[in-house]
């Protein structure tokens, strides 16, 4: 994953690593384009939320514009026939570049998604921001994240990750028919203190307890850019 990481900086922001990396951890993904004889030779990035989130895709787009050959696009996804109404979700992609599909290596093993080996020597505050915007849920007690996808044993791995690398305590939780990571009172105080400098306005939401001063920092895209955040990606 370092080199990986190492290569992607020769052709990405900072920022865009970031929003990306952070991203395909949680809901997006990497669609491999065209196949090689043992390797993808190009892969791209698709972002795709709900609706309510128009305005979170806005801002992964405006990270990923200079990537992209189009605009976030709304699609309608089913129609509620008993209220008579449509649901609709906002998607976007990046054109296909070779260095994304070592990306998608890192990411997929037998077109299934992974946890990659290594993400923890480089998963910056703002990649760990980004997924808890995707995945990442306010309990009223704490947090959870939604790591369904991944193994028990890469769960286990994120929330050694979590602890080693931000001293985040966290646990693995089961949810119906399969399990996900769980953060009390005391750990979601130091989630925030992490993560709240590179939440966007629009899903404060998700850490208005209880550190609601952090939660009325705001970072616009231009200053995140212009590096007043931190950006760069520690290769260690």
């Known amino acids: 994953m370092d080199n990986t990481v190492g290569r992607l900086q020769s052709e990405l922001s900072p920022l865009q690593i970031e929003v ?9 993904r990497l669609e491999c384009r065209s196949t090689g004889v043992r390797y993808p030779r190009s892969a791209r990035v698709r972002i795709h939320q709900s609706n309510a989130q128009k305005e ?8 990923l514009e200079d990537l992209c050959s189009k605009e976030p696009r709304k699609v309608m996804v089913w129609h509620d026939p008993k209220r008579n109404k449509d649901h609709y979700s906002w998607y976007f992609h990046t054109r296909t570049f070779p260095i994304l599909s070592e990306l998608y290596q890192c990411f997929y093993h037998d ?13 910056t505050p703002r990649m760990l921001a980004v997924w808890f915007m995707d995945d990442g849920s306010y309990t009223g007690s704490g947090a959870t994240i939604n790591t369904h996808c991944f193994s028990m044993e890469e769960q286990e791995r994120v929330v050694k990750m979590l602890y080693g690398r ?5 646990t693995i939780v089961k949810d119906r028919t ?6 009390n009172r005391r750990s979601f105080e130091r989630l ?3 993560i709240a400098p590179f939440i966007i306005p629009t899903m404060n939401y998700k850490i208005a307890y209880p550190r609601n001063d ?8 231009s200053e995140q850019d212009a590096g007043v955040a931190n ?6």
């Open 231 to 236: 950006t760069s990606v520690s290769i260690k």
């Open 20 to 28: 990306i990396i952070g991203s395909v951890l949680g809901d997006a």
């Open 111 to 123: 077109k299934v998604k992974v946890f990659p080996e290594g993400i923890e020597h480089i998963l």
């Open 178 to 183: 399969k399990y996900k990571i769980a953060i």
């Open 56 to 63: 979170y895709v806005f801002w992964k787009y405006k990270a």
């Open 166 to 170: 931000f001293n985040i305590p966290a």
């Open 192 to 194: 925030v203190d992490v």
């Open 214 to 221: 952090l939660a009325q920092m705001r970072w616009s895209y």
